[in-house]
């Protein structure tokens, strides 16, 4: 057990050194400010989002209309359904209030939700927290978006069949093993902080990603206090997840194998990192925040993110926890394999 | 006894938080509200409800190189015994030194408290060293700083306004693990708030505001780590969570009228079961957000309009360095 621990740290530990070399690789080398804009550029085509600034690479990016700021704010709520129906799911064992889902585009249902019998407390604690939040969230951003302008929730699978969008993304992280094994998100608390994390790291570098195309002072302020309630989700998600992984050591290799499918699917910059510590002894060294070099969090461009809840490295414009696509403009995933 | 002391303190906080929350919707006067000079307007649509002269990029980011200064330096000599290298403290301004008298590694018994403060640590220096990239020339030089430990230091004013000490006691952060998760405590949601204040000055260079987000972040992750950790040590050891409740509510004295700050005591949900409080937010879950002033009230320990004070005992480097007149 120990020595099992012991080798997770160390190949995590070259994994992360390796993780920081791609990405200085990838950003070629600028200069600290230059660095999110040549990560960005690494990203190539990236379904038409608009380029931050010049890439520096030969071959200019084609630019098309860049995103309104109800495009970016309707995107956002469709991720915002997801984990709200989720985490209140599993919180609570009931979904969204109908008066929360209507909207513009087709108005779908969430199926396979349930609630979490939690054994340690705290857990559970969380996962209301969350829930709430969350809710908050659909609450605030359709209120912003208005009546008219709002999108209605997507259909969306939270369940837990051998087909469902959690056990498609656990088979591609190698949690599970053929067709017919499921992942329950449901069925005990490691598998729903597994499952929260699977979502969690994605909703801030969504919001970083998305923050650029915001040109309203209030809504780059209230985008980013959501961002920041995002990431202090993840961080408090991959908090207890390191802890738990103290003893269970295959929580960490979990965490980890899921970054890594997020990774295959969203392009070839790497924007994703596992909690496996880096350093041995007394110079271990958590690793809670996924960040650069320069410690600063990853951004998604919006197509790179629906490669993520579509579960699919392609450009298309529905799958995994989305089966019949998100609502809005911006719904076509980045050709990013 | 301990169960039944939970449960009121537990009843306690979410009179408190209802509390907090009606302060926080009377202040902003019935409309989702930001600090900073703007608002939403909840009818649908966003609307700048005021306009205010706004800083500069540059002074944005001076400003927040000036506060990395004060993290890198307190989590350095936390985890490693020593501070930051002097190559990258230099710049514009009055350089100045770090007062670190008693400060040093902290003997950690929780070896993932121990990881968490050298990852910490280590994303506060490369913040600074980021933020010195992008102002090059223009990049301010850190100015004195206070992390020292002793009876008339910075972080014991902050502890003895909180009530965590007495006069004359010493607040030591670098005692032991629960004392430095206390002094982390201090500054991290500050970063939060002083980050998202400052975000809608940054919008016309989306350079600085994709980077801006994104140290934003990682200073989330920082606050969750470390109040998620409290959290769960306060279970046992439940003086922590009144500490955090204590120096919360410290800050919040500090910085107006508004209530912006909240501590690590879970509420009671009207099934009587206990949801955490892992996230400072409003109703609508959004995170909040200090002017720069309102920031410089936090670290300078002072409710007042002054230039110097606290854990910058000769003031911050740079144009924004007067705190808020509260």
Do not use: W
């Not at chain 1, 259909?155 to 469902?164: F, L």
């Not at chain 2, 030089?141 to 004013?157: E, G, R, V």
């Not at chain 2, 982390?184 to 400052?198: M, N």
């Amino acid at each position: 057990m120990e020595q099992n621990h012991a080798s997770v740290l160390l190949a995590a530990c070259e994994k992360r050194r390796e993780e920081r070399r791609s990405f200085l690789r990838a950003a070629g080398g600028v200069a600290a400010i230059g660095a999110g804009a040549g990560l960005l550029a690494a990203c190539g085509n990236d379904g038409g989002q608009v380029p931050l600034v010049p890439a520096p690479t030969p071959t200019p990016t084609p630019t098309t209309a860049a995103p309104t700021e109800a495009d970016v704010l309707n995107f956002a709520l469709n991720l915002e359904y997801l984990e709200a129906q989720f985490y209140s799911f599993a919180a609570f064992g009931v979904g969204l209030d109908a008066g929360l889902l209507t909207g513009t585009g087709t108005q779908g249902t969430v199926s396979g939700g349930r609630r979490v019998t939690f054994t340690d407390p705290l857990v559970a604690a969380y996962a209301r927290e969350i829930a709430r939040d969350e809710i908050a969230h659909v609450a605030f951003l359709r209120t912003a978006l208005g009546a008219s302008a709002r999108v209605a929730m997507p259909t969306i699978d939270i369940g837990s069949t051998a087909s469902g969008a959690f056990s498609t993304a656990a088979r591609a992280a190698g949690l599970i093993s053929g067709a017919s094994a499921t992942f329950d998100p449901y069925a005990s608390d490691e598998n729903f902080l597994l499952a929260a994390f699977l979502f969690e790291d994605v909703g801030p570098t969504a919001y970083k990603g998305g923050i650029r195309f915001l040109t309203t002072p209030a809504v780059v302020e209230a985008a980013a206090g959501i961002h920041a309630a995002e990431a202090y989700h993840a961080g408090l998600i991959r908090t207890v997840l390191y802890r738990k992984g103290l003893t269970t050591a295959s929580l960490i290799t979990s965490a980890d194998r899921i970054s890594d499918a997020r990774d295959s699917l969203d392009g070839p910059s790497d924007l994703d990192q596992g909690i496996s510590p880096t350093g041995s002894g007394t110079s271990i060294r958590s690793n809670i925040v996924p960040a650069d070099s320069s410690a600063i969090v990853f951004a998604r461009t919006p197509g790179q993110v629906l490669n993520v809840v579509y579960l699919n490295a392609q450009a298309v414009t529905s799958g995994g926890f989305f089966p019949n696509g998100v609502n809005g403009t911006l719904r076509t995933s980045a050709a990013s394999a | 006894m301990v169960e039944e002391m939970n449960v009121i303190d537990a009843l306690e906080a979410r009179v408190k938080r209802r509390e907090e929350r009606r302060d926080f919707f009377k202040t902003v006067g019935g409309a989702a509200m930001f600090a900073g000079g703007t608002a939403v307007a909840m009818g649908g649509g966003f609307t700048a409800l005021q306009a205010q002269s706004t800083p500069s990029e540059p002074d944005v980011l001076n400003f927040a190189l000036n506060l990395e200064y004060l993290e890198a330096q307190f989590y350095y000599y936390a985890s490693y015994g020593q501070g930051l290298p002097s190559s990258i403290l230099g710049g514009t301004g009055t350089p100045g030194a770090v007062i670190a008298t008693n400060a040093g590694a902290v003997p950690f018994q929780d070896a993932a408290v121990r990881a968490f403060a050298r990852e910490i640590a280590d994303d506060e220096r490369a913040h600074v060293e980021f933020l010195r990239g992008a102002l090059a020339s223009s990049a301010v030089a850190q100015p004195a700083i206070d992390i020292s430990a002793t009876p008339t230091s910075a972080f014991s004013a902050a502890a003895r306004a909180a009530g965590l000490i007495g006069t004359g006691a010493t607040f030591n952060p670098y005692a032991d693990d629960n004392s430095f998760l206390l002094g982390a405590f201090i500054f991290e949601d500050v970063g939060v708030t002083a980050y998202k204040g400052a975000a809608s000055a940054l919008i016309n260079n989306k350079t600085f505001l994709e980077a801006a987000a994104g140290i934003l972040a990682a200073e989330a992750y920082h606050a969750a780590m470390v109040r998620t950790t409290l959290y769960a040590k306060g279970v046992t050891a439940t003086s922590l969570i009144d500490a955090t409740e204590a120096i919360s509510n410290a800050r919040d004295s500090l910085d107006g009228p508004s209530d912006i700050d909240q501590g690590v005591r879970p509420v009671l949900d009207q099934s009587g079961a206990n949801n955490s409080n892992i996230v400072p937010t409003n109703t609508d879950g959004i995170v909040f957000s200090r002017t720069p002033a309102q920031v410089l009230n936090v670290v300078y320990l002072n409710r007042a309009a002054v230039t110097l004070g606290g854990f910058f005992p000769a003031g911050v480097n740079g144009t924004i360095r007067a705190s808020a007149a509260n």
